[in-house]
């Protein structure tokens, strides 16, 4: 069984730096594409940054330079490190992996930018 358990929301004030992290139990991470979402309130889910199997990354204009994402292999965790944060980063954070024709997802954690 696939499961995906976010960590490292929080409240954080703008500019600041936070760190996701999702843990995985059930498949191997490295091996297949991941990622993460967004959903601010009121607004749709968002891609943020995906790294492929290869190790391609690929992110979202609003987050490119200040957002990096990455695959831990020994914790089989897949990371967001998020820096110079805006208040319109604020949102719930997804992780994801695609595994064969399937999706999981985890339950999401919540970051707010705010002074």
């Known amino acids: 069984q696939v499961r995906l358990v976010e960590s490292g929301g929080g409240l954080v004030q703008p500019g600041g730096s936070l760190r996701l992290s999702c843990a995985a139990s059930g498949l191997i991470l490295s091996m297949w594409h991941v990622g993460w979402y967004r959903e601010a309130p009121g607004g749709e889910r968002e891609l943020v940054a995906s790294?492929?199997?290869?190790?391609?990354?690929n992110y979202a204009n609003s987050v490119k330079d200040r957002f990096a994402i990455s695959v831990d292999n020994n914790q089989n965790t897949v990371n967001l490190q998020m820096s110079s944060l805006k208040a319109e980063d604020t949102a719930v954070y997804y992780c994801y992996v695609d595994r064969s024709f399937e999706r999981y997802w985890g339950q999401g954690t919540q970051v707010t930018v705010s002074s």
């Open positions: 790294v492929t199997s290869g190790g391609r990354t």
